[in-house]
């Protein structure tokens, strides 16, 4: 029964010491979040010679850098603005996208790393993949082409986890597509699911290190012990026990008789010494014992008026 409950304690730590941890770490990182519950974070200011900004697969990039934000039903919305005002945000298709911008300059994003501040991002410009002319024709003004999945001027909002396993590429240009971008981008990302997460683990863990410690510390409760033998193996049993009888089992030890004090008054010589208490209780003055007693060696001596 200890076995078993210092293994269930033990578990019970191992599972709810981490489960706390986590809740607590979860708990500081919401604090960061907005009052709406959103986190939100500024991206180093993009520059390139060319139309566009590219980010050729959203969804590698997301499971590297921040797989948290494909997740459960959360929702991740990027703001852009050039020195003229917003600027198109648009996501689609990586292969339509990239005969799109075939023979266009273009940067490309290969990282996006978390950090504190801005967020950096590291940009390669794309040489244009043949030196003559496209074959077609390239869109002056972005919202002509037709393949795009979400876009917006300004902001684009989408679901990661509902666009996850698509290969789909992000196209950040002026909404003219002229050349020599400058632009800022602000990334959002919302999910109602992780206050309630930290919160629940935190929860979790406490109660789970609370029952683990009343498990170790409780006490055990003395086990009551049963014999059943057979009559002729009591004197047996008793024996074993070291005890005359079965019958003195859970007796306490005996008493002391109770002692007796004397008269002060009572000459040294002829006080005895404290005695035991009489087995019976006079019940009145005539049955109280002679005084003082007489000692077994004393002569008796002559009784007045003899």
Do not use: C, K, N, Y
Not at 1 to 9: E, H, K, S
Not at 31 to 55: I, N, S, Y
Not at 199 to 228: K, T
Not at 245 to 258: I, K, N
């Amino acid at each position: 029964m200890r076995f078993v409950r210092a293994l269930t304690g033990m578990l019970l730590l191992v599972v709810g010491i981490p489960l706390l941890l986590a809740g607590a770490g979860l708990g500081v990182v919401a604090g960061h979040a907005a009052g709406d519950g959103a986190f939100t974070a500024r991206v180093e200011p993009l520059r390139t010679p060319g139309r566009a900004v590219l980010v050729q697969d959203v969804d590698a990039l997301l499971r590297a850098e921040a797989p948290f934000t494909r997740v459960g039903p959360s929702r991740l919305r990027l703001t852009a603005r050039t020195a003229d005002g917003p600027a198109f945000v648009g996501l689609a298709p990586t292969e339509q996208v990239r005969r799109w911008l075939d023979g266009v300059g273009h940067a490309v994003v290969g990282r996006v790393a978390l950090a504190r501040g801005p967020l950096p991002a590291r940009l390669t410009e794309a040489t244009p993949a043949s030196t003559a002319a496209p074959a077609g024709p390239v869109p002056a003004v972005p919202l002509d082409a037709s393949f795009w999945v979400r876009q917006g001027i300004g902001a684009v909002e989408w679901s990661p986890a509902e666009l996850a396993g698509r290969r789909l590429s992000l196209v950040v240009m002026r909404p003219d597509g002229r050349a020599d971008l400058a632009v800022a981008v602000r990334a959002e990302w919302r999910a109602d699911w992780f206050r309630p997460l930290a919160w629940g683990s935190s929860a979790g863990g406490l109660l789970l290190v609370a029952l683990a410690v009343l498990v170790l510390v409780r006490p055990i409760r003395p086990r009551e012990v049963v014999f059943v033998v057979e009559p002729d193996q009591v004197p047996v049993l008793a024996g074993r026990l070291g005890v005359s009888s079965l019958s003195g089992l859970g007796a306490g030890p005996a008493r002391e008789p109770e002692r007796q004090l004397v008269s002060v008054g009572a000459p040294e010589a002829d006080r005895p010494a404290i005695g035991a208490v009489p087995a019976r209780r006079p019940a009145s003055l005539a049955d109280l014992p002679p005084w003082p007693p007489q000692r077994p060696d004393a002569t008796p001596g002559p009784v007045d008026g003899d």
